[in-house]
């Protein structure tokens, strides 16, 4: 029964590509529901979330990945350097042009001259080198970056 709506929480066939979220069901002592609680919470006897123990530290505002730099540089003119992996025609391809985005698994660059634009993955990517100064502020050191 793929699509049976009385299945609790994550109980579909993964294989299939997809799964049921977890809802609330009703216990056998008392009939009522039982709220969902976050992680790291316990339930007291009256059913109000209690926070215990546990602690997650907040995640920097900014890290230094490399579509975060990029976006500090979109508008220049970069040289990306990708290898393309079991490919007889070409194996390693330079791509120049104005960086006009950047995102956690991609690269878009336009070429100046015939405003054609290429989408790049990243798992692709082996550098990128630029002919002018970057932007980067380096996120340890209260964004000042290394003095040099």
């Known amino acids: 029964m793929l699509n049976n709506p009385y ?12 799964t049921y979220p977890s809802y609330p ?4 002592v008392t009939n009522n529901m039982v709220p969902m609680t976050p992680a790291g919470s316990t339930l007291s006897p009256t059913g109000i979330p209690l926070q215990t123990g546990v602690n997650v530290p907040a995640a920097p ?6 579509e975060n730099i990029l976006r500090l540089n979109l508008g220049k003119m970069a040289t990306i350097y990708m ?3 079991n490919n007889s025609e070409w194996n390693a391809k330079i791509f120049k ?3 006009e985005a950047a995102g956690r698994d991609h690269i878009i660059i336009s070429d100046p001259v015939t405003g054609m634009r290429f989408l ?5 990517l082996d550098y990128i080198t630029f002919d002018e100064p970057l932007n980067y502020a380096y996120p340890f050191s209260g964004g000042t970056g290394p003095v040099r």
């Open 97 to 99: 042009g104005k960086l």
């Open 7 to 18: 299945k609790i929480g994550n109980q579909a066939n993964p294989q299939l590509g997809y």
């Open 120 to 124: 790049l993955l990243m798992v692709n």
């Open 61 to 66: 505002l900014e890290e230094s990945y490399i």
């Open 25 to 28: 069901v009703p216990t056998a």
């Open 83 to 85: 290898t393309y992996e």
